[in-house]
């Protein structure tokens, strides 16, 4: 799509599941990107790795009140 638009290089901005697609362009292409943008982005890979947390799955069981669990201290910032 760049080269049919005649541009070299470009911002990217992915939202969600679209992080996946933008994080491999950029891999694959880094002198095309400019500046990556991610918001509120994911990739598979949490549920591959040993022990790691679901704070989705712990805030359901909990009810859906976040103030009901447990909450890692670098949350108290935001």
């Known amino acids: 799509m760049l080269d049919a638009a005649g541009w070299e290089k470009t911002a990217l ?3 969600s599941g679209g992080a996946h697609t ?3 362009f950029a891999a694959k ?3 095309r ?3 990556l943008i991610l918001v ?3 990739v ?3 549920s ?3 022990n790691a947390p679901d704070p989705m799955r712990t805030l359901l069981k ?3 009140a976040p103030q009901s669990i447990e909450q890692p201290a670098v949350w108290k910032f935001f």
């Open 13 to 15: 901005m992915a939202v």
């Open 22 to 24: 933008a994080l491999r």
């Open 29 to 31: 292409y880094p002198e």
């Open 33 to 35: 990107v400019t500046r």
């Open 40 to 42: 509120g982005g994911y």
């Open 44 to 46: 598979t890979g949490r």
């Open 48 to 50: 591959l790795r040993s």
């Open 62 to 64: 909990a009810g859906g």
